[in-house]
């Protein structure tokens, strides 16, 4: 999808039809993290949905983990 690069991190904003939708898709996420052990920064209003992907252990920087989450973010929506 269109991951932005930015302050060392991947970030995206997710916009969905309500907020029942927008949480639903954040447990679906949440899932995926725990899984992977590598969870996101977010933040949720009404139906917008913002993730922040940066690896902390690695100094706060984008690593394979983010771009492989992000990925899998991706698959939920396709």
């Known amino acids: 999808m269109n ?3 930015q302050d060392n991190s ?3 904003t997710f916009e969905f ?3 029942v939708e927008a949480f639903g898709f954040m447990t679906q996420v949440a899932i995926l993290a725990e899984k ?3 969870h ?3 933040h949720n209003v009404y139906n917008t949905v913002t993730i922040s ?3 902390h252990d690695a100094g706060d920087i984008i690593t394979e983990k983010d ?3 992000a990925a899998e973010i991706d698959k ?3």
């Open 3 to 5: 991951w932005k690069e």
């Open 10 to 12: 991947l970030n995206q």
């Open 17 to 19: 039809k309500n907020f």
């Open 36 to 38: 992977m052990n590598h």
């Open 40 to 42: 996101p920064s977010w």
């Open 53 to 55: 992907l940066s690896t």
């Open 67 to 69: 771009r492989k989450l």
């Open 76 to 78: 939920l929506l396709a």
